[in-house]
Nanobody, 128 residues
Framework: QLQFVESGGGLVQPGGSLRLSCAAS????????VAWFRQAPGKEREGVSC????????HSADSVKGRFTISRDHAKNTVYLHMNSLKPEDTAVYYC?????????????????????WGQGTQVTVST
């Protein structure tokens, strides 16, 4: 059974940090690009960051550049999102998803319709 499990979300104060994990089971994640998306209440799902199969290529949304870093661990079949300097506007449910190829598209990497196999999401709340 193909499955993604996200974890690591929680409540954090502005300026704080979190590390989200996206663990895959039932398939080898190492052959695919993976992206993190987020969706805040009343807003569309947006691409946050994406990483290609070997970690050599990443893309990030302008809103998180310099604060968020995506990485992957092949041995653990897991992709991470390291989030620093968190802001209240980062509050959302965060999802990981698999892109059906080794490398994501240069443009359009943040289009959720291009991805398959989504996790259940993990809530991130940035608040005092």
């Amino acid at each position: 059974q193909l499955q993604f499990v996200e974890s690591g979300g929680g409540l954090v104060q502005p300026g704080g940090s979190l590390r989200l994990s996206c663990a895959a089971s039932g398939f080898n994640l190492n052959n695919y690009a993976v992206a993190w998306f987020r969706q805040a209440p009343g807003k569309e799902r947006e691409g946050v960051s994406c990483i290609n199969w070997n970690g050599g290529l990443t893309h990030s949304a302008d809103s998180v550049k310099g604060r968020f870093t995506i990485s992957r661990d092949h041995a653990k079949n897991t992709v991470y999102l390291h989030m620093n300097s968190l802001k209240p506007e980062d509050t959302a449910v965060y999802y990981c998803a698999r892109y059906p190829n080794f490398d994501p598209p240069v443009t359009g990497w943040g289009n959720p319709e291009a991805y398959e196999y989504w996790g259940q999401g993990t809530q991130v709340t940035v608040s005092t």
